[in-house]
Structures are given as C-alpha cells and as structure tokens.
T-cell receptor, first 116, second 112 residues
Framework: GAVVSQHPSWVICKSGTSVKIECRSL??????MFWYRQFPKQSLMLMAT?????????EQGVEKDKFLINHASLTLSTLTVTSAHPEDSSFYIC????????????FGDGTRLSIL | DAKTTQPPSMDCAEGRAANLPCNHS???????VYWYRQIHSQGPQYIIH???NNETNEMASLIITEDRKSSTLILPHATLRDTAVYYC?????????????FGQGTTLQVKP
C-alpha cells in the first residue's frame, strides 16, 4: 500500500515553455502533498507544502509565481514550472501523506526535467 | 524540528548487518525519528519510524536510545541492492505541518 505515482518520469523541453508534473496517490487519500527539488549530488530541498483545497505554502526563496502548485483533490497534486529556463533543470519529486501528520510520507519516483 | 547528524559514508560487506547511526541530541518529546533511503535516480523510500520504543518491520529495525538522543537503523542482512543514501529525519511537534527536512544522509556502500 501507500503508492505514489508521478508523471512524467522525464521531460525535455525548450526554454520559455511551461511544464506540468502530476503527482497521484493511488491507494490512499492524501490530505497533504509536498514538492521537492534535487540537484545533482545534493540532498532533497523542500519547495512547498500543499493541502487539499487550499493554497500551497512555499518555502523561503521559492518563487510561487514560477512554480504553480494545485491540489484540487485528495489524490492529485500538480506542479507547473512556468516559463522554464535551463536553471530550472532538476529532479522534481513529490510526496504524499495521510491526514495524521505523524504518518510517514510516501514518495513518487521523481521527474527529471531538462530545459534546453 | 531537531537537527540530525549522520556519518557521510559507510561500507558494509554483503550478508552482514549494516548499522547506521544517527544523533539527534535536541529531539523533543513529541518528535518522531524517520528513516528513508534513496537509491540513485529514484524517489526516497520510507523504511521505518519510531517515537521511543524500538521498532522492526520487514525491511529493518530501529533502535532508539533511552534518552532518545540517538538511534541506529539496522539492516540485518545487507545486499548489494541496499546500496543507497540513508536519511535520518526527526519531525513532529504540535505546530509542525509534517514536512521533512532532508540533511546530507549516509551513503551506504554494500560490497560483495
């Protein structure tokens, strides 16, 4: 149980385009989802926390107009990288958690984004 | 959330137990200890978590000291597939959203 699916697994696109990444909890209701970014040889960096039906909370230094997060249902959250540029190239990972905040987060397999 | 300290790297022989230590000396009473691992180019995988009692599941055992200032993750019979970065994270608290803050973790290399 506790499967999180992330799509697409990798994407290559031109600079200036917008890219949408989906994160789905397949077998549980995720009241809270999280988005992380990871650069090569570095640890995961939390970008934002999203609760179903409310606005996402962004970590300091993360541009909310650049990284749009929508959590419209208990099983789906999306991250849209708007007007992507080469410096946005990274490994983006989502996680999901049940209502009890002490329950563990379960992670998707990540999306590798390359902007040319 | 309490900060954790882990050794940057460890080696373990295949078939032997891997014991990964974690210090969390500033942990507070309602904070849990979580362990995750990340195999190259994949999302982190949940391993185990605990509050104060030792825990065991099909993947590993978690030993938490009585004062809760440190813990050890034990992989009883390490295999080559256990080579990964292991993260020890402490979180909890009444005002916490449940977010995980990842440190640098311990890179475990299991050798044949």
């Amino acid at each position: 149980g506790a499967v999180v699916s992330q799509h697409p697994s990798w994407v290559i696109c031109k600079s200036g385009t917008s890219v949408k990444i989906e994160c789905r909890s397949l077998d549980f209701q995720a009241t809270t989802m999280f988005w992380y970014r990871q650069f090569p040889k570095q640890s995961l960096m939390l970008m934002a926390t999203s609760n179903e039906g409310s606005k996402a909370t962004y970590e300091q230094g993360v541009e909310k107009d650049k990284f749009l997060i929508n959590h419209a249902s208990l099983t789906l959250s999306t991250l849209t990288v708007t007007s992507a540029h080469p410096e946005d190239s990274s490994f983006y990972i989502c996680s999901a958690r049940k209502r009890d905040r002490y329950q563990p987060q379960h992670f998707g397999d990540g999306t590798r984004l390359s902007i040319l | 959330d309490a900060k954790t300290t882990q050794p940057p790297s460890m080696d373990c022989a295949e078939g032997r137990a891997a014991n990964l230590p974690c210090n969390h000396s500033t942990i507070s009473g309602n904070e849990y200890v979580y362990w995750y691992r990340q195999i190259h180019s994949q999302g982190p995988q949940y391993i185990i978590h605990g509050l104060k009692n030792n825990e065991t599941n099909e993947m590993a055992s978690l030993i938490i000291t009585e004062d809760r200032k440190s813990s050890t993750l034990i992989l009883p019979h390490a295999t080559l597939r256990d080579t990964a970065v292991y993260y020890c994270i402490v979180r909890g608290g009444s005002s916490n959203t449940g977010k995980l803050i990842f440190g640098q973790g311990t890179t475990l290399q299991v050798k044949p």
